[in-house]
């Protein structure tokens, strides 16, 4: 049986809303492209050897993007995955796996890629990503410039795989969120309360 209940979109509107002001603020603040002395990443983004002197950084760096590319890849990202999950999961647990990832990927990333800055949504995205491969796994999506339909699973792993070979990417923090999302879709499954 299908089960319908109305889907609140708020709090996802917000993060989007929330990001693109602070990259305005970002841009406003310094030259382009943005450095890592531009005063919006020196405040918010996530310096690794200075975190115990600015731990807010841990959850503020995920609202902070370094290009027009960075940005727009991780919010149409957001968008489509994230109103997916709200659909599926409800709001409040749609913001928990989101901040929960984010978190866990920065934490991964200070251990393992300590004296950097880290700035992005990735890895609270790829947390999203991680949860509904394992609720919803026959959900299909488009990769640009894939012409075709290919499974959520597929994409996260090439995903991922760009992580690890580009240059400059937080791999370290998009592979926290993304198992932070697959333990938390497997006990979300197991306790099926999901809807279709």
Not at 53 to 65: A, G, R
Request: hydrophobic share 55%.
């Amino acid at each position: 049986m299908r089960t319908y209940r109305p889907v609140n979109l708020n709090p996802l509107w917000f993060l989007i809303a929330l990001n693109v002001v602070i990259f305005i603020v970002t841009l406003i603040s310094g030259p382009y492209p943005i450095r890592i002395d531009n005063p919006v990443v020196v405040l918010l983004g996530l310096h690794t050897e200075d975190f115990l002197h600015q731990p807010w950084t841990i959850i503020t760096n995920l609202f902070v993007h370094g290009s027009f590319g960075h940005i727009i890849c991780n919010m149409v990202s957001l968008y489509f995955l994230g109103r997916f999950l709200i659909q599926l999961v409800g709001a409040k647990r749609f913001l928990i796996v989101y901040f929960l990832g984010g978190l866990v990927g920065n934490i991964l990333f200070i251990l393992l890629e300590p004296y950097s800055i880290g700035i992005g949504a990735s890895g609270a995205i790829f947390a999203l990503g991680g949860m509904l491969v394992m609720i919803a796994p026959g959900l299909r999506v488009i990769i640009i410039p894939i012409p075709v339909p290919v499974p959520l699973w597929m994409a996260m792993a090439i995903f991922l795989l760009i992580s690890f070979l580009g240059s400059g990417i937080a791999w370290q923090a998009h592979l926290g969120g993304l198992l932070l999302g697959l333990i938390a879709g497997y006990r979300f499954k197991k306790k099926r309360v999901y809807f279709y």
